[in-house]
């Protein structure tokens, strides 16, 4: 019995293939900087992934990449994770 279960489960996954998810995190990279939403920018592969997949419209990061990153490895938010402020600006650098 306990066998023709893990058999139906295996069969089930079989037929439904994951989805292929990539996730772009780039630094320094404005919001219209892409062929995405700016048509006059110069990224076709871009905006060729965009046409062809799901684009995601609302987000937030913040100004320097430590927390938008630590919030996406952790799941959590910035506070959480101690990485709100940038630290080479406490530092005085």
Same mark, same amino acid.
């Given at each position: 019995?306990?066998?023709?279960?893990?058999?139906?489960?295996?069969?089930?996954?079989?037929?439904?293939?994951?989805?292929?998810?990539?996730?772009?995190?780039?630094?320094?990279?404005? &919001? @219209?900087?892409?062929?995405?939403?700016? #048509?006059?920018?110069?990224?076709?592969?871009? =905006?060729? *992934?965009?046409?062809?997949?799901?684009?995601?419209?609302? &987000? @937030?990061?913040?100004?320097?990449?430590? #927390?938008?990153?630590?919030?996406?490895?952790? =799941?959590? *938010?910035?506070?959480?994770?101690?990485?709100?402020?940038?630290?080479?600006?406490?530092?005085?650098?």
């Amino acid at each position: 019995m306990l066998a023709q279960v893990f058999a139906a489960a295996a069969a089930v996954t079989a037929a439904a293939p994951a989805p292929h998810v990539v996730f772009f995190l780039a630094d320094d990279f404005g &919001h @219209y900087d892409s062929t995405v939403w700016n #048509p006059d920018a110069p990224t076709p592969t871009l =905006g060729k *992934l965009a046409a062809e997949g799901i684009k995601l419209d609302r &987000h @937030y990061v913040y100004q320097f990449c430590s #927390p938008t990153r630590s919030s996406f490895v952790s =799941g959590r *938010l910035p506070i959480h994770v101690n990485t709100e402020n940038n630290p080479s600006s406490e530092a005085g650098g």
